[in-house]
């Protein structure tokens, strides 16, 4: 397969945004939050195939 016209394509330049926070609830339990792409970009990493828009993660840690 030919392949010539992806080694020379420029993608456009692009910026993301990301937020984490935790908060300490008490020793044991750690609650947190993250937003990957805030800003909901689009964009590509290579040509053809867009990347995911915003992602929204929680988590819940115990420890003992």
């Known amino acids: 397969r030919d392949d010539?016209?992806?080694d020379t394509k420029t993608l456009d330049a692009y910026s993301l945004?990301?937020?984490n926070i935790a908060y300490d609830v008490n020793k044991n339990i750690r609650v947190s939050s993250?937003?990957?792409n805030l800003?909901?970009?689009k964009y590509e990493t290579a040509s053809?195939?867009?990347a995911k828009g915003r992602s929204v993660?929680?988590?819940l840690k115990?420890?003992?």
């Open 4 to 6: 010539s016209y992806y």
């Open 17 to 19: 945004i990301h937020l």
């Open 34 to 36: 993250a937003i990957e």
């Open 39 to 41: 800003g909901d970009e």
């Open 48 to 50: 053809g195939y867009p």
């Open 57 to 59: 993660f929680f988590t």
């Open 62 to 64: 115990y420890q003992q």
